[in-house]
């Protein structure tokens, strides 16, 4: 008695073999959408550049703060730098209140001792007065150390 194969084993081959093809034609066709500027996504709903609407350049706005309405209305962070071991948080926030409404003062401390690290931050909440504080506290003594007050940049 002989046993005929149902070709299982090959079949499943080939149809994994058809799949592993299909998918590298959908991915190649993708990139060739995308090198032409157009989302695979929208081509898939009909929305090629030749669909969309025309927008103008004179109908473009962009929208840039001004000097003024930033300088004057918007939050501001201080690094300060040159921190004495002992300063807090509160005594930062008392040594710039002079300035002007402060929405957070911290001093950064040292995980292990629990102490300053040197440094923090203060951040008002009107930029014309953090340009004050930076003016004024820039350069003076805190605890017998000389500060340094400036802009705070992101990481």
């Known amino acids: 008695m002989t046993r005929a194969f149902s070709g299982g084993k090959r079949q499943r081959e080939a149809t994994r073999d058809r799949h592993k093809k ?14 032409q500027g157009v989302d695979p996504m929208m081509a898939d709903m009909e929305m090629s550049p030749q669909n969309l609407p025309e927008v103008k350049l004179e109908d473009v706005v ?20 040159g921190l004495g ?10 040594a710039f209140a002079r300035f002007g409404d402060i929405e957070d003062a911290v001093v950064i401390v040292d995980r292990a001792t629990g102490r300053s690290r040197g440094f923090g931050f203060v951040t008002f909440t009107r930029s014309a007065d953090a340009q004050e504080a930076i003016k004024q506290m820039d350069g003076t003594l805190l605890e017998d ?8 940049e992101g990481r």
């Open 85 to 94: 071991n002992t300063i807090t948080s509160e005594s930062l926030r008392a």
């Open 22 to 35: 299909e998918k590298e034609q959908r991915l190649a066709h993708n990139r060739a959408l995308r090198a």
């Open 145 to 152: 150390r000389t500060l340094k007050v400036n802009n705070a």
């Open 62 to 81: 962009i929208s840039v703060p001004s000097q003024e309405r930033r300088g004057k209305n918007f939050p501001m962070k201080l690094f300060i730098g």
